[in-house]
């Protein structure tokens, strides 16, 4: 049998007759429809068509293995008779590509966490950029998770010996090199091929805790064979629960397999929130997922897509039988009032995350780094803390080595760190997390003896002045230096 063609496949185009061109090959997916996970929608808008490029950017590696048997498979595909046009496509979005990467200033000229973001505005796909920058609504929650900060100021102690100042801590009793984790976020190869391979290897090489999403486009077992081929640290595993409580046990268990540490169950999204700006790219495929469940509205955004399996009946009582079917510890990331983490410590788990998903789910939502001060206040008040067995972490606009000191010194064990990362791997790869790593210990240990602390544990709450914390008014932000952006213009020409 010959190759097939591409007059040929592209006959096979609608729900009753439905082909599409994966990594070469034909695939006639007409009876695999009612079973795809995705739901029909996003095949049959492929249908016809080479669908590789879209697929690979989301889905790790075994998914057709893992979903399609043999007969599925028509034969190779003759990309000689790929039509002119669709391959004078290809070219020009390549030629585009490369000319984006080769106005890539030198690494370090990025001196913060907000150049290497301006770098990657320029250099991602208008998807990638929609979906990885996108928040809910008008942004309110999003923009306070930046200016909480500008309403927190330090109260430095002075004469203290801090010629050497030690910024490592122990994390859920487990070491790590600095007061941060890598969170949890979705869909990492949309900025680079590796995805979140870049972020294993960097946690690696810095000591840093990596927490692994259930969305990520880069499979479990992949993250985990590239931390044991790395040597890394130990890792947390961040959990959307599905309508499916089998495939949630397996999941699990299968984390207890791989010497996963923690499981941080996201409980903030019973239902997605509105990201208007990914919504306006109608972005038309499921990602990885792993949980499965019918996908609607396609044409609503990455986010959107990707995540309607998400259990919204899922409450206290499912803790408790998620509690009951692992031995790990669990905590519950999303955590927005003082009421439910004394509950969630009450119940016996091992701590919350105090989060409001990077502002991208209920506008208006304080940021976590508020919530954190009622929090440590009613927790010390019922004489729960601290507590080795209760840990508070909080994410949400951490940029900046005092804004982690901060929150240290308010109380919290650490500090949970996500888009920073993806932009710094979306512009230079594993390099450029290192580098951001770097650039935030750097920051850390010089702002440790400002302050006149020497460790972790000196960070107490009296090097804090919060009286302004509550005050929720409108915030003018200083213009991001542009220097780094002119560099790349410059290039240009």
């Known amino acids: 049998m010959g190759k097939i063609t591409y007059e040929e496949v592209s006959k096979h185009n609608h729900a009753k007759d439905c082909w599409v061109i994966l990594y070469g090959k034909v695939y006639d ?16 808008k492929q249908a016809g068509k080479d669908a590789t490029k879209l697929f690979d950017t989301i889905h790790p590696k075994g998914t057709i293995e893992n979903s399609l048997s043999p007969e599925h498979c028509k034969g190779d595909f003759d990309s000689s008779t790929l039509p002119v046009e669709y391959k004078k496509a290809e070219e020009e979005e390549e030629r585009k590509r490369k000319e984006r990467l080769a106005m890539l200033p030198p690494m370090s000229k990025c001196l913060n966490l907000g150049d290497l973001e301006l770098v990657a505005s320029k250099v991602l796909s208008p998807e990638a950029w929609a979906y990885y920058s996108s928040a809910a ?17 330090l109260r430095p102690r002075i004469l203290r010996n801090v010629r050497y100042v030690d910024p490592s801590t122990k994390i859920l009793g487990i070491p790590s090199a600095l007061p941060f984790y890598i969170t949890a976020t979705a869909l990492g190869r949309m900025g680079h091929p590796d995805g979140e391979l870049n972020l294993t290897r960097a946690a690696a090489k810095t000591g840093l805790i990596q927490m692994i999403p259930t969305l990520s486009s880069v499979s479990f077992d ?114 927005q009032t003082w009421e439910d983490a004394v509950q969630a410590y009450e119940m016996g788990l091992a701590g919350v995350v105090l989060s409001n998903h990077g502002g991208r ?61 993806l932009y710094a791997y979306s512009a230079y790869g594993v390099d450029g997390v290192i580098h951001a790593i770097n650039l935030l210990r750097d920051e850390l240990e010089m702002n440790m003896r400002l302050i006149g602390a020497r460790s972790i544990e000196e960070l107490v709450p009296s090097m804090v002045d919060l009286s302004a914390l509550h005050n929720h008014t409108g915030a003018v932000f200083p213009k991001q230096d542009q220097s780094v952006l002119d560099f790349m213009e410059k290039s240009r020409l």
């Open 137 to 153: 609504d008008d942004l309110e929650t999003y923009h306070e998770n930046r200016a909480v900060f500008r309403r927190i100021w």
């Open 29 to 44: 997916l007409t009876g695999f429809l009612p079973e795809h996970p995705g739901g029909s929608g996003v095949i049959v």
């Open 361 to 421: 789910q209920l506008d208006f939502a304080r940021s976590g780094v508020e919530v954190l001060e009622e929090v440590m206040r009613e927790l010390r008040k019922r004489g729960s803390f601290p507590n080795p067995a209760f840990q508070v972490m909080v994410d949400g606009g951490f940029r900046r080595g005092t804004d982690i000191l901060k929150a240290l010194a308010m109380g919290a064990t650490a500090v949970g760190i996500g888009r920073p990362f």
């Open 222 to 335: 992949e993250i985990i064979d590239a931390r044991n081929q790395e040597g890394g640290p130990a890792q947390f595993f961040q959990l959307y629960v599905s309508t499916d409580r089998n495939v949630v046990a397996n999941m699990l268990r299968r984390a207890e397999e791989t010497n996963v540490k923690a499981i941080f169950v996201t409980v903030d999204a019973p239902q997605l929130g509105r990201r208007e700006q990914d919504m306006r790219m109608h972005f038309v495929d499921e990602g990885s997922n792993v949980q499965g469940g019918h996908v609607e509205k396609r044409d609503e955004g990455a986010a959107r897509a990707i995540t309607s399996f998400i259990d919204p009946s899922f409450d206290w009582d499912d803790v408790l039988w998620m509690k009951r079917q692992t031995r790990l510890p669990i905590l519950l990331k999303g955590v």
